[in-house]
């Protein structure tokens, strides 16, 4: 992402303990934890969205992987971050080193958590799915699973460009599985240029998380219903070193509290 909300003062919300051991079986049931705060962000490189920026929205969280490594989860928790989705799997066989120690640094600061998987186009998607659930666990209270899929034109192994009705039937079978095995609506991440050549419009069954880094996503997105929007990947959080992705939850305190209810495992 790239976009940011220097300094912005908001409520935060509820948030989740969960244990985070790397297991298939449906694990122990977590507790509810007020999480009073205000978000505490900066942007080393901020776009001006004007009365359409993220600072409408209350509730923001950040997404990691690998390149952020000794996160201070309570500190990030303290200054406003209010969810996080964490890169388990790439492809068929790449575990991200780093999955295990933010699943569980997350769950034991109280952060809502979920898993995304990194689509690789030279895999078939039943197989990915796969990979998938052998590495992250069934956890009771995390956020539900995520579909990264982009075009990879840098990638050194893999840079294949399927037909666009290749891309969506594979993402269904992909999003079904892991749907089946979970037990909960996933969650579609993507970019522009690949949500219009693949026309991902046409994908049922899964909530969209879209990277929007220089307008909002219902213009962007000619008008795509969306519940996360990525809008800066140059953000500055404390207890985050470098730089992170942020991302915002499309609605009101309360409204999020709901979608947790209705979406934690």
Known sequence: MRKGTAMLALGLVLALAACGRPASRLEGAPALTA??????????????????????YPVHGVD????QTRIDWPVARDNGV??????????????DPMFRDHWSGAAAAGVPRGAYHFYYHCRPAAEQARWFINNVPRTAGALPPVLDIEWTPFSPT??????????RAEAQTFLAIVARHY???????????FYRD???????????????????PDKIYD????????????GLVPGIPGRADINTFAGS???WAEWLRNRQL
């Open 82 to 95: 209010g969810f996080a989705f964490i890169k388990a799997t790439e492809g068929g066989e790449n575990l």
């Open 64 to 67: 990691v992987s690998r390149y």
């Open 253 to 255: 305190q309360g409204e």
């Open 35 to 56: 999480l009073p705060g205000r978000i505490n962000f900066d942007d080393a490189s901020p776009h001006d969205f004007g009365r359409h920026g993220p600072h409408r």
């Open 158 to 167: 893999c840079t294949l460009r399927p037909p666009a009705a290749q891309v």
């Open 183 to 193: 037990g909960q609506r996933p969650i579609i991440y993507t970019s522009i240029d």
């Open 198 to 216: 693949n026309q991902l419009w046409k994908v049922d069954g899964a909530d969209f998380w879209l990277r929007s880094v220089a307008g909002h």
């Open 223 to 234: 008008g795509q219903d969306w519940t996360f929007w990525q809008y800066t990947g140059t």
